[in-house]
């Protein structure tokens, strides 16, 4: 007579990656090139995001689900570059509203709603957050509660810090993501 296995299998971990794209132009064009403005600088996003899949990849064993790219356009119009973006694979773009000052509008209840959403249906074990706003606090919170890990990523910041304190006190991970990582996606915009 057989004697079962007993010993728990390892189970592969299904994840998604939800950056906050704002946060990250924004803190990547500061410490790369000392912009203030997005249009001061160009982004090589197909290869930036292909980058940010493989380092995913490297971090986490198991199945990517799909990446969620959170942006903003006037009137929810997608640019040129987004619309690019939205056709690469296992790629989801997800665009806020862009007002007249250049703020953007509803990215962070989006991911906010996403992230929740994900873990209430059980779609994901991990999720890898590129996003520094405190207001995502309670969103991991909540997906914490449904049983799935956070692993928050974060810019490497010129001085001090760029990530509000209780999302990284909040996060199970922490990893910050280096200029040398993002210096080949990144280029100051020719001047007109």
Same mark, same amino acid.
């Given at each position: 007579?057989? /004697?079962?296995?007993?010993m ?6 299904? @994840? ?6 704002? *946060?990250? *132009?924004?803190?990547?064009?500061? $410490? #790369? ?8 600088y %160009? ?7 292909? !980058? ?7 971090? /986490? !064993?198991?199945e990517?689900?799909?990446? *969620?790219? *959170?942006?903003?356009?006037?009137? %929810? +119009? ?8 939205a056709?690469?694979?296992? $790629? ?13 509008k509803?990215?962070?209840?989006? /991911? ?10 059980h779609?994901?074990?991990?999720t ?8 995502? +606090?309670?969103? +991991? ?6 049983? +799935?890990? /956070?692993?928050?990523?974060?810019v490497?910041?010129? @001085? ?5 304190? %209780?999302? $990284? ?5 922490v990893?910050?993501i280096?200029?040398?990582? #993002? %210096? ?9």
């Amino acid at each position: 007579m057989a /004697i079962p296995d007993l010993m728990p299998h390892p189970v592969a971990a299904k @994840y998604a990656v939800l950056v906050d794209v704002g *946060y990250l *132009y924004a803190a990547a064009g500061e $410490v #790369l090139l000392g912009a203030k403005e997005r249009k001061e600088y %160009r982004v090589a996003a197909d290869e930036l995001i292909q !980058s940010l899949q493989k380092h995913a990849e490297e971090r /986490i !064993s198991g199945e990517l689900l799909r990446i *969620y790219w *959170y942006d903003a356009a006037r009137d %929810r +119009v997608p640019t040129v570059d987004q619309r690019v973006i939205a056709q690469l694979p296992w $790629v989801k773009v997800r665009l806020g509203n862009l007002n007249a000052r250049g703020q953007q509008k509803g990215v962070d209840a989006q /991911i906010r709603s996403d992230l929740e959403a994900l873990a209430r249906h059980h779609a994901v074990t991990d999720t890898i957050l590129l996003a520094g706003d405190e207001d995502m +606090v309670p969103a +991991v919170e909540a997906a914490q509660a449904y049983g +799935v890990r /956070i692993h928050l990523w974060g810019v490497e910041p010129p @001085y001090g810090t760029n990530q509000a304190e %209780r999302l $990284v006190w909040e996060s199970d991970t922490v990893e910050v993501i280096t200029a040398d990582f #993002l %210096r080949p996606f990144f280029s100051r915009a020719p001047q007109p």
